[in-house]
């Protein structure tokens, strides 16, 4: 994660990066291509691939912008080799930049190596400001590129094997990552000991994918073997695939918000299928907050899977109520308030035929700013909705996010100095009800997840700025 200040566009989190390997499979690089594509809607703003051909020369091609903007046949031409790791970003306006996009490439006289991750470093200043104390010069402000740092200043002190640079490296950063690391020979794959964020192995042919998400395994054709554990770094060459673990597992503290929002639906995460989860919650939210109404409706798309699981608990009819403009591509910031709400209004319409007159339970996976919501509201009161019965399948978000994921801030979150009947009132629901934490929880039947932007309780200790 970049880390510059943050400026806000819209009123979504929004996440910071995905990451893809391939190892050992002919033409590596135009397999990454299409598991970035699959990856596309973890980071829409960067992208790039690395590559190492069989005399471990690196290739590397990375620019602004969408997978397929960025690469065409003569860029992938120069992408040799059966080995490659790619990146998509997002960034927020301080942190744009070619220098800032990954995988980072680094040239050393014992063997050049590329990097990429997702997820945030916590005590990133800290670190950065001991090595640029002892003469490390920094190219970009990601936090990735302090793990190169700290891999080349254990390595070249004491002549360590690269794995237990890597190791030593990886004990001394605190917060969210998942790591690729490429070298002339191999593949690191490497999870925070909390399991932030997802990371997961499969097998391609011969060779192997790593990948964010599972959606890019079927892509490309690829079986899940397994995910990457907290704590763990897998080593992926010619022996195959070998495991260790830096550090104890801490607890497990998977971001909720992959299952809630990020994910693909396709994907499992963990063994919990996306779309499963968000079913499930739906269903959950019927059980603690039904509502009197004729039809369920989702804000399209994240929202239509716990749309379905409400409905579906509740007998109600599921119905297609509003219809996303599958063709707005990336909008800017508009200027002014009054084209911002046009702006709404380009990516979303009503179905005026099937909300008129109805009660509508309008199932959303979470209140952000809660500009949205009302502009929602608005438009199916204006196409003839009689009742506007609002569910939120997550908790109320109330809290910051230092774990790589584009949260706003306190302040600018409606729920952070608003309770719920307040949130009700500002954005013009008939009814509002949120997910409690232990439906979340029930959702994907697990005992812990990461719910610190709903609840407070980080998982890592934060560091002063
Ligand atoms: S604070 Fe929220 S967005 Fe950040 S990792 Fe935890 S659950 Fe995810």
């Not at 890019?216 to 397994?226: H, Q, T």
Request: aromatic letters at 8%.
């Amino acid at each position: 994660m970049c880390k510059c200040s943050k400026t806000y566009r819209d009123d979504k989190p929004h996440h910071e990066c995905g990451v893809l390997g391939i190892y050992g499979v002919q033409d590596a690089a135009n397999l990454a291509y299409y598991g970035l594509h699959a990856l596309q809607h973890r980071g829409q703003q960067g992208c790039g691939i690395v590559s190492v051909d069989s005399e471990g020369v690196f290739h590397r091609v990375k620019g602004d912008g969408l997978v397929t903007e960025v690469f065409n046949e003569q860029r992938m031409s120069v992408l040799t080799g059966n080995m490659a790791i790619g990146h998509v970003r997002y960034s927020n306006a301080g942190c744009k930049g070619v220098e800032n996009i990954q995988p980072f490439l680094f040239h050393h006289n014992s063997g050049d190596f590329a990097m990429a991750n997702n997820g945030s470093i916590v005590n990133y200043r800290q670190l950065r400001m001991e090595l640029e104390d002892k003469g490390s010069l920094f190219q970009s402000s990601s936090d990735a590129e302090v793990l190169a740092h700290l891999i080349k200043k254990q390595g070249a002190y004491n002549n360590v094997p690269r794995i237990v640079a890597i190791k030593d490296a990886l004990n001394q950063m605190d917060g969210a990552y998942a790591f690729l690391i490429m070298t002339g020979r191999r593949i690191y794959a490497c999870r925070d000991k909390y399991g932030f964020h997802p990371l997961a192995i499969g097998k391609l042919g011969d060779g192997y994918v790593v990948a964010s998400e599972t959606c890019a395994f079927d892509v490309l054709g690829a079986e899940y073997i397994r995910d990457v554990e907290p704590g763990e770094i897998v080593t992926i060459d010619h022996h195959g695939v070998r495991s260790q673990f830096y550090s104890e597992p801490e607890r497990h503290a998977m971001c909720a918000m992959e299952y809630v929002y990020f994910a693909r639906p396709d994907s499992d995460i963990e063994g919990c299928n996306v779309h499963n989860y968000r079913k499930e919650s739906g269903k959950l939210l019927f059980h603690e907050a039904p509502a009197d109404a004729d039809i369920v409706i989702g804000v399209p798309d994240s929202s239509l899977s716990a749309a379905q699981g409400y409905a579906e608990a509740s007998g109600l009819p599921y119905e297609m109520g509003l219809i996303k403009n599958k063709y707005i591509g990336r909008t800017f910031i508009l200027p002014t308030q009054e084209l911002r709400e046009k702006g709404v209004k380009m990516k979303l319409s009503p179905v005026k035929t099937i909300v008129k007159g109805k009660r509508v339970v309008l199932v959303d996976d979470s209140i952000v700013r809660g500009t949205t919501s009302l502009k929602i509201v608005n438009m199916l009161r204006e196409a003839g909705a009689a009742e506007v019965h609002v569910r939120i399948a997550s908790a109320p978000l109330k809290y910051t996010c230092y774990y790589g994921v584009d949260v706003h801030t306190p302040k600018e979150l409606i729920s952070n100095s608003n309770d719920v009947d307040q949130v009700c009132k500002l954005i013009g629901a008939d009814s509002l009800a949120f997910l409690s934490h232990e439906g979340m929880l029930k959702a994907g039947h697990r005992d812990d997840l990461c719910l610190a932007c709903f609840n407070h309780k980080y998982p890592t200790k934060l560091y002063e700025e």
